[in-house]
């Protein structure tokens, strides 16, 4: 199985600062096409998870551009320009290259 | 508007069995794989089964392969979980995920049922 680690595992950020989330598979997630399969989610306290980035990068419909995916292969970040309170909660990152998906461990995320 | 509604759970002795349902509406159902994912309480997420949307693909975690049993009825929009030997560890949320962008994203979520393995 692949497995996805993340750092840090908590974070705590002034609204309107930025963030950053780091997420790492023990093997590459880059198809022969250039697909990335890691996919960014947002659990939000007392909510069910929500798809946040798809493929590495892309943001899915209604996420707002303060989000961004980035990186490739085995190492990938998602970066919040600027927090808001509504941004709080506990982030996964998912692999999709292998059906038996796995996620990261989660990175909670509150506000100083 | 998609939604996903679960029911199903409910406690449970260790080594029964509880079958999870979960009603899809918004969206052409037979064209889409879904998934369950379940989470411990105060844990993280886990992957637990995959379907395609004509049922001709099936996919379980390791943790749950020979016990549980995914299946789904297009004609009625729905997405079933059928729940065997339980165990303790397999007390969880349980949510329904549509699987998009080729069945490898879950894009949409349902708001979860939870499901108590206990004496």
């Known amino acids: 199985d692949i497995v996805m680690t993340q750092s840090p595992l908590s974070l705590s950020v002034t609204p309107g600062e930025p963030a950053s989330i780091s997420c790492r598979s023990s093997q590459s997630l880059l198809d022969s096409s250039g697909y990335n399969y890691l996919d960014w989610y947002l659990q939000k306290p007392g909510q069910s998870p929500q798809l946040l980035i798809y493929?590495?990068?892309n943001r899915a419909s209604g996420v707002p551009d303060r989000f961004s995916g980035s990186g490739s292969g085995t190492d990938f970040t998602l970066r919040i320009s600027r927090v808001e309170a509504e941004d709080v909660g506990v982030y996964y990152c998912?692999?999709?290259?292998?059906?038996?998906?796995?996620f990261g461990p989660g990175t909670k995320l509150d506000l100083k | 508007e998609v939604h996903l509604v679960e029911s199903g759970g409910g406690l449970v002795q260790p080594g029964g069995s509880l079958r999870l349902s979960c009603a899809a509406s918004g969206f052409m159902f037979s064209s889409f794989g879904m998934n369950w994912v379940r989470q411990a309480p105060g844990k993280g997420l886990e992957w637990v089964s995959y379907?395609?949307?004509?049922?001709?693909?099936?996919y379980y975690a390791d943790s749950v392969k020979g016990r549980f049993t995914i299946s789904r009825d297009n004609a009625k929009n729905s997405l079933y979980l059928q729940m065997n030997s339980l165990r303790d560890e397999d007390t969880a949320v349980y949510y329904c995920a549509r699987g998009n962008y080729g069945g490898l994203t879950f894009d949409y979520w349902g708001q979860g049922t939870l499901v108590t393995v206990s004496s």
């Open positions: 493929s590495g990068s």
């Open positions: 379907i395609s949307g004509s049922s001709s693909t099936i």
């Open positions: 998912m692999q999709a290259l292998q059906i038996l998906f796995t």
